[in-house]
Each structure stands twice: as structure tokens, then as C-alpha cells.
């Protein structure tokens, strides 16, 4: 498809005298468990070098996580993606995808990056042995804290926490618990959810039995299924505190009357999306409602662009660990033309990303990063309400 190389144009430039860029994609519309394809021995050799740098996308346009995609660029299937010769593999969105595709991207010599993975299992040095993944989405971990800590700033004490039983969703309600718990909070219930159930009426049921004054649910697009449950027992939005995470902070004016989400909090990372920035994103796709993880994909690409040049190959096993090295400890810059002029000059850099803090440490993993804590209005999306950094 061309939406990646649309992307391209509209966010920047990324080509060298010396090293030229290509994109590339498939139109097929993958949801968020179909991200991931079947095998394929043609792609099982390591690659080398050819002088382009190719960067394929591998993020949904349908399903689960739909709203993430327009935002990254969307996407095509792994074995697609390797046959055509692609360096980097941006993708994929759910963690839960990343983790199955991981093996055959890394196992190729191919380079995976995700704007949007934050389970903390990827800083398992047995997930990625290789040492070829890497994500500007910071690890649930300081997510996690983030809102516990506004449950508990906020005066909650009673939480209950309703979560899709995945990777993704078991390790973030953990880390939240965990949080809640230090803070000197009691989490009263933790129910695991099958986000394919044809409802949650016993999670829900179970929630409401366990009387909390606030709720954390972390999901997807299931949201606009269990909200109108939550309503249905009286424990919806008007009558108990609500947080969403990252993966259901969505634009909900289309899916629920004018209201339904009005005080319910949200955090989601990434640092503010300055106006400039979400202009070039919108004349990318003027179509686009939730801008959530674009910065992050924008950044993926241009450290890999970045990082490339630095090693004067699109190799992908070689220029892998300047990945780390162009994020940090070096003069800053902030835009690639800057940071690439700067790296011709044999000048260590330390990229400045649109998402925030991009320092990668050596799991491939930000150490640093920024989550954002917003509140939906009366129209059923949400409006910032501060942005807290800390190190992972």
C-alpha cells in the first residue's frame, strides 16, 4: 500500500546522498490478532546490506487496536513484510502480536521495532536474544505507577481492576496493583477477562459485587462493549471513578451518547502532542481522530534512519546497535535533517524525539519516557491534564 511512503513525505525526508529509503507495506486490513502471519522458510536467511534502507509496517487497520493504526502508518503481514526485503519491521501494535511474531522478524537478521509494545516481558533478555528488537513505547512498568498513583492521589482506596487476559493486559493490571498496593491502597478484585467472549456479564457481576469507589479497566476495543455493562449494574461512569490505559484511551464521540465518559481518566504514554506535529499527521491522513502512538512511530523510523547512516549500512545486523547509540549521550538534535548533518560529520548524536524522552537503554528499551494523564469531557474524548516523566 502507500500510506507508509505518504508518511514519509509528510513527516520528513529520510534520504542520504549515500543511503537511499524505501517503505514498504501490504493492503491487506489486519486486526490486532491477525497481525501475524504464517511461516515461511523463504525469509529464514539472515539479510545483508544492499545500499536501501527498507522499513515495512506491521500495524492494524481493523480490529482490536484499529484506532492505533491510522496514527503508525498501517499495516502488512510478516512474511509479506520479509519477502520484500524490509531492514526494520515497525510493529507490531499489541504486545501480545509482537511476541508471536518476534522469533521469525529477528530470526531473519530483520530488525523489529514497535511504536506501541509496553509489556515488560520485552526487556527479558531471553525475549530477544539476538538483541534486533527494540520500541519507543516505554515498558508498563512506570505506566503502571503512573496511575496508581493517580488512584491514589485522586483519594481511591477500594480499586477494582478489570483487564483482558493477555500479555499486554495481565502484566499492566499487575503493575498497577502492585502500585495501588504501595500507595497504600487495597485492590478489592482483579478479573481477568477473554477479550473474544461474547460478553463479561460474570467479570462485571463480580466487580460490582466486590463494591469498589474506583474502577481501572484495561482493554481495547471491547471498551464499548463493557462500558455499557458497567452502566447496566451501576457502576458506570456516573457513579464510580473510571480509568482507561493506553490501549482503550480512545475518541468515543461516535460509540457513546453525549456524557457516557465524562470524568473518566485516562494515561496513555508519550509527551504532548505539540500542534505542529499532529498538523503533519493530519495532512498525512486528514481522516485521523486519535493521534495515540504516532509520535512513537515517527520516532521508530527516524532512530532507524538515524542509525543507519551512522553505520553506513542498511544492514540491519550491523547498524542495530546504533540504534542506542544515536538515541543518547551525544550532541542533541531534534530533526532528522539536523541529526543526520551532524552524523556526516562523524558527530555522536543524541536524537530528540517528538514522543518525549527516546534514551534507549540496552534491552532496547526506553530508560526514560513520558506518560500523559488525561480526563474525557462531556463529548467523550479526553483533553490533557498534566504529563509526568520519570526513569524506567
Known amino acids: 500500500m502507500i500510506r507508509p511512503t505518504r508518511a514519509w513525505r509528510t513527516a520528513a525526508v529520510l534520504a542520504t546522498a549515500s543511503l537511499a529509503l524505501t517503505a514498504c507495506g501490504s493492503g491487506s486490513d489486519s486486526d490486532s ?105 516505554p515498558s508498563d512498568v512506570l505506566q503502571g505507577a503512573v496511575m496508581a498513583n493517580t488512584i491514589i492521589e485522586d483519594g481511591k482506596n477500594n480499586v477494582a481492576i478489570l483487564a483482558r487476559q493477555d500479555s499486554y493486559g495481565e502484566l499492566l493490571a499487575g503493575q498497577i496493583d502492585k502500585g495501588i498496593k504501595a500507595g497504600g491502597g487495597d485492590v478489592v478484585t482483579k478479573q481477568l477477562y477473554s477479550a473474544d467472549a461474547t460478553n463479561y456479564t460474570a467479570e462485571i457481576n463480580k466487580v460490582a459485587a466486590s463494591k469498589p469507589d474506583a474502577i ?107 540504534i542506542i547509540t544515536v538515541s543518547e549521550g551525544g550532541t542533541e538534535c531534534s530533526t532528522f535533517k539536523q541529526c543526520a548533518d551532524l552524523l556526516k560529520k562523524g558527530t555522536d548524536i543524541d536524537y530528540q524525539g517528538v514522543s518525549g524522552p527516546v534514551d534507549m537503554g540496552k534491552t532496547g528499551s526506553p530508560t526514560k519516557a513520558t506518560i500523559g494523564i488525561f480526563e474525557y469531557e462531556p463529548t467523550n474524548m479526553y483533553k490533557s491534564v498534566k504529563y509526568v516523566t520519570g526513569v524506567i
Open 216 to 322: 481501572v479497566l484495561v482493554g481495547f476495543d471491547e471498551t464499548k462493549k463493557i462500558i455499557p455493562g458497567l452502566i447496566a449494574k451501576g457502576i458506570g461512569p456516573k457513579d464510580q471513578q473510571i480509568y482507561f490505559v493506553d490501549g482503550n484511551a480512545a475518541d468515543y464521540s461516535a460509540d457513546f451518547k453525549k456524557g457516557t465518559l465524562t470524568g473518566v481518566k485516562a494515561t496513555y504514554p508519550g509527551a504532548e502532542l505539540t500542534s505542529d506535529f499532529k498538523a503533519r499527521m493530519s495532512k498525512t491522513d486528514p481522516k485521523l481522530r486519535d493521534f495515540t502512538y504516532g509520535p512513537e512511530s515517527y520516532d521508530a523510523a527516524v532512530l532507524s534512519a538515524l542509525a543507519a547512516i551512522q553505520a553506513k549500512t542498511d544492514d540491519p545486523t550491523t547498524f542495530a546497535p546504533d
Open 33 to 137: 490478532a491477525s497481525e501475524s502471519s504464517s511461516s515461511s522458510s523463504s525469509s529464514a536467511a539472515a539479510k545483508k546490506g544492499d545500499g536501501t534502507l527498507t522499513i515495512g509496517t506491521l500495524l492494524p487497520q481493523t480490529g482490536d487496536l484499529a484506532f492505533l493504526g491510522p496514527p503508525e502508518f498501517a499495516g502488512a503481514q510478516t512474511d509479506k513484510l520479509l519477502d520484500a526485503n524490509a531492514d526494520v519491521v515497525l510493529g507490531a501494535a499489541s504486545s501480545s502480536v509482537s511476541l508471536s511474531v518476534i522469533d521469525k522478524i529477528t530470526g531473519a537478521g530483520v530488525v523489529q521495532f514497535s511504536p506501541a509494545n509496553t509489556s515488560p516481558t520485552f526487556d527479558d533478555a531471553k525475549t530477544d536474544p539476538k538483541n534486533l528488537y527494540f520500541r519507543t513505547a
